[in-house]
């Protein structure tokens, strides 16, 4: 509770203070301080210091796990905002309220890691969505800026509505929108009515709840909106985007059919013909498919990375296919790794004239710093041992060999994994062997490139020691 | 009246919605849609509100069922103000708002 | 109690259902009609198009201009303005249905609410959103 009602008050805050106070520069110390303030604020919850805990109902519930998620969701989001800082100051004239505007996501993303209610879904989703269409279209004067907003925003609305039409449907199933119900009988929550049998309207709701969420994830087939809008939009908030909003949408998906599993058997019968284990598998697949397939063929790298990162949203959804207790380490790994490889590779790209892969040529001989910090980024993505991004997909992979009965998902996953390595490497090739000069559109300070190496270390030192995440998860 | 004439009836709406965004080349009208599938869905929840009581056990069945049909209109109000405004921001780019016009991004 | 009551009048209903062929035919009727009609007139009506007959009837005065001006884009933005105050309006409806059992917590609960939004209009109005004339 601390963290989302922190987080609405922050927001508000720099509304505010970018209203009242002229000094631009002030905003991101504001801003920073809001964070750190934030992280701190759940580092006490999880240890059961909650000052503010107001009764929800039974409407959320905090658990360790969904704690734990935002406490990184936060770390991650202060990397971005001190890595990137200098670029959101140059997205345009309202950097107060852009500031605003990433409080009010993190503040969706708390609710939807902690959400035991389908209205919270739904409230938390569309929290966590709104203030990205704005984000979005922040460049209002560049047409690819605008449409890619208007995109974002009628995709993002369409798949709201399917959302909530699968809500409807599985209200008028179960007559609930609770997922648990604490203290009462179980058979009037949704988990006792799933226990007797699904009732059609609840399959047919699951299933658009499970198409809005795969278009909320970018999963295939609902993928293909993400590379326009995340070509198109400032590459500062593509980074935002891409990383931390997707593991947030990533929470909420997995809670849901985690919860459901727990509560009953639902998962593991095949209910009136849909097997859903099989379904999840399909998309699985098809995601990683589209995803690799596809970046294969980019030249500019900022498209590539988005394509790459459906490709990434193919591994993170094994945990969903799962959804075991390896499945959820797995996850809190691979949104570390990810995000935080993601979030240097945008920051470095941001200061980069050139997006194309022949931008990239001799940046070794230029910019020794960034292209090793570079390089690092790129082989967490590949899942290259001794970095963290090894660990992530291992985990993955594992849990899904836990489960049994879907080694060949496990299998398809790992040949993907080695296609990725290919597009991977194709900038660390053109960064390290081919001839050229690096143009960089901004100047690169040496406290960005000093940050630049630190988080290239976190990634290897994760990578040594993945175990130092997943401890404090448990003590 | 049966709840099945109201489900036929949300899931038409939902449908017509759909298929107006997927076919329809106007921003607003694409919009129009969006707003239609959403109304669909609030008919249907509140269709379902009374035909889940309130027990002993449940006290509040049925009346969520109708606060969430508020939520989902304030919702679709900060839509509309943030959706209007992006049309209204492409607009003075490019004077028009049709959506195949916008195809800049692929290539 | 009341579903029940919605179940037991469901075979009711559907005893009606034929009931209403007549309400059906007549509309049926009633459109057929009226569509004959205007694809009749259309059909035998006299046929002459010139441009002065097609052109629109302003009193002998030449046109000029286009009816539809563009509107300023402060409209926009107060009329979105106004729809984002207006729809919150409806979380009064629960509040005052339960006005007496809510007492006091419930007025505290809403002045928090009302509250918000009074940030949300300073800040409009700092923002110099609602000003007409720059």
């Given amino acids: 509770m601390n963290a989302i009602i922190l987080s609405a008050i922050f927001g508000i805050v720099m509304m505010l203070s970018s209203a009242f106070v002229k000094n631009t520069k002030a905003y991101k110390s504001i801003a920073l301080v809001g964070l750190i303030l934030l992280l701190l604020a759940n580092i006490c919850e999880t240890y059961s210091h909650a000052w503010l805990n107001i009764p929800t109902f039974d409407m959320l519930e905090f658990s360790r796990f969904g704690l734990y998620f935002n406490t990184l969701a936060i770390a991650c989001t202060i990397l971005f905002s001190a890595f990137s800082q200098r670029e959101i100051e140059r997205v345009g004239r309202y950097i107060g309220e852009y500031f605003a505007l990433i409080f009010f996501v993190l503040c969706g993303i708390f609710i939807l890691s902690s959400y035991n209610n389908l209205l919270m879904l739904f409230i938390g989703i569309e929290i966590m969505s709104i203030p990205l269409y704005i984000l979005t279209g922040a460049r209002k004067e560049n047409l690819k800026s605008n449409e890619a907003s208007l995109k974002y925003f009628l995709m993002g609305s369409f798949s709201t509505g399917i959302l909530l039409m699968g809500i409807a449907l599985v209200y008028g199933g179960t007559g609930d929108f609770a997922l648990v119900h604490h203290g009462q009988d179980i058979s009037t929550s949704i988990a006792g009515a799933m226990n007797k049998r699904m009732s059609f309207l609840d399959v047919a709701g699951m299933i658009l709840i499970l198409t809005g969420m795969c278009f909320k994830v970018s999963a295939a087939p609902f ?73 294969i063929f980019q030249q500019s790298v900022k498209r590539m990375l988005a394509y790459s990162s459906i490709a990434q949203a193919g591994f993170m959804l094994f945990s969903l296919l799962s959804l075991n207790d ?34 990239y040529n001799g940046m070794a001989k230029s910019h020794p710093t960034l292209a ?53 490497f194709r900038v660390i090739w053109s960064m390290y062997f081919k001839e050229g000069t690096v143009e960089l559109k901004y100047p690169v300070t040496k406290g960005f490139k000093i940050l630049a190496v630190v988080m290239a270390l976190i990634i290897i030192l994760l990578g040594a020691f993945p175990q130092v995440i997943l401890n404090f998860l448990y003590f | 009246m049966p709840i099945q004439y109201y489900i036929a009836l949300a899931v038409t709406l ?8 997927l076919i329809r080349r106007n921003a607003i009208i694409v919009f129009m849609c969006i707003e239609l599938m959403l109304n669909a869905a609030n008919l249907l929840l509140v269709a379902f509100s009374k035909t889940h009581p309130a027990t002993s056990v449940a006290p509040l069945a049925g009346i969520d069922g109708q606060l969430f049909v508020f939520f989902v209109m304030v919702v679709a109000a900060a839509e509309v103000s943030v959706g209007l405004a992006i049309i209204v921001m492409l607009y003075r780019n490019t004077h028009s708002v049709d959506v195949d016009f916008l195809n800049r991004l692929k290539n | 109690m009341l579903s029940s009551h919605i179940m037991a009048a469901a075979p009711v ?7 209403y062929l007549p309400i059906a035919l007549q509309i049926v009727f009633a459109i057929g009609f009226v569509a004959l009609m205007i694809f009749v007139s259309a ?44 729809v919150e309006v409806i979380f009064f409806y629960p509040y005052a249905v339960n006005f007496k059992s809510l007492s006091w917590t419930g007025f505290y609960e809403i002045l928090l609410f009302v509250g918000l939004f009074l940030i949300g209009f300073v800040y409009i109005i700092k923002k110099r959103a609602l000003k007409w004339e720059d």
């Fill in chain 1, 223 to 295: 993928h293909f909106w993400a590379p326009d809008i995340y070509d198109g939009s400032p590459s500062v908030f593509t980074s935002f985007m891409a990383t931390i909003v997707k593991a947030g949408a990533f929470i909420a998906f997995i809670r849901l059919f985690a919860i459901r599993e727990e509560e009953t058997t639902i998962l593991e019968n095949a209910i009136i013909g849909v097997d859903w284990k099989m379904l999840f598998s399909i998309i699985i697949v098809a995601t990683l498919l589209f995803g690799n397939i596809t970046a």
């Fill in chain 2, 14 to 21: 939902f449908s017509i919605g759909v298929v107006g965004v």
């Fill in chain 3, 13 to 19: 209903a559907a005893q009606h259902a034929s009931s």
């Fill in chain 3, 43 to 86: 059909l035998l009506g006299p046929k002459r198009k010139t441009n002065d007959k097609l052109a629109n009837f302003t009193s002998g005065i030449t046109t000029h201009g286009n009816a539809r001006q563009p509107m300023a884009i402060k409209y926009f933005l107060i009329a979105i303005l106004f729809v984002l105050f207006d």
């Fill in chain 1, 326 to 359: 390896t499945a959820k380490e797995g996850l809190l790994l691979y949104v570390v790794a990810y995000s935080v490889a993601t979030i240097g590779l945008f920051g470095i790209l941001a200061k980069m004239k050139d997006y194309t892969l022949a931008g």
């Fill in chain 1, 372 to 424: 090793f910090a570079n390089a690092i980024f790129l082989l967490s993505l590949s899942g290259i041992p001794l970095t963290i991004g090894f660990f992530a997909k291992y985990y993955m992979l594992m849990a899904v060999i836990q489960t049994g009965g879907y080694m060949w998902v496990a299998i398809v996953g790992v040949i993907f994994a080695v296609i990725s390595v290919f597009y991977y």
